[in-house]
């Protein structure tokens, strides 16, 4: 015998049934995995690693902080702070090292040539090199890539800077460029020390 009983929950303006059942019409068995995380990777994890590095062109990191030791506090993530001009409270660039440019010239576009950048949220923001040498990657508008890194990922209040101290504390301190083809790439945040290590390759 089956009898359903109809609730409406006010607080989420939802109105649910429930059936009991007396007596089961069919009993089967289920086998519990005793590894799950075990069998995805086996069956799923490693295809889809494959499919994603299959598309990927080249790849570079770019730290999120200052190389030469000193504080960025009025530069990369925090140019919003920098004086000389009104400043919107999320304007930002990630610094790109010089030996980027000239050990992979062809990576990025031309400086000022727009492109995608695809999120790891799968939105897209327009992006391009700025700055003399190339030194800047930026989104156009700018403001969309700072809202995107402190306020959605690092979870910084409006006026609140930067720190090395606070991505050791988070384990990041740089993001994984991929490029997927012309004009279009990727971004995605990695652990620390991720960056030096990419640099002691290229300069090693």
């Known amino acids: 015998m089956v009898r359903d009983k109809n609730r409406f929950l006010l607080s989420k303006s939802t109105l649910t049934k429930r059936f009991e059942i007396s007596k089961a019409l069919h009993e089967f068995e289920v086998k519990i995995l005793e590894n799950p995380l075990e069998f995805l990777e086996r069956n799923f994890l490693k295809e889809a690693v494959f499919e994603t590095e299959k598309k990927i062109k080249g790849t570079v990191f770019l730290p999120l902080y200052s190389q030469s030791g000193r504080g960025f506090e009025k530069s990369g993530l925090n140019q919003w702070n920098a004086g000389g001009r009104k400043r919107d409270v999320n304007e930002v660039y990630i610094p790109i090292p010089s030996f980027v440019h000239k050990k992979m010239p062809r990576f990025f576009p031309r400086k000022d040539v727009k492109f995608s950048l695809l999120l790891p949220d799968g939105n897209i923001l327009s992006a391009k090199v700025c700055q003399a040498g190339g030194k800047a990657l930026m ?62 390759n290229f300069n090693g």
């Open 139 to 200: 989104s156009d508008p700018n403001k969309d890539l700072g809202k995107w890194i402190l306020r959605d990922v690092l979870n910084l209040k409006e006026g609140q800077v930067l720190t090395r101290e606070r991505l050791g504390i988070l384990g990041i301190d740089s993001v994984r460029i991929d490029k997927i083809k012309k004009n279009v790439y990727e971004i995605n945040f990695t652990r620390t020390g991720r960056f030096e290590d990419f640099a002691m």
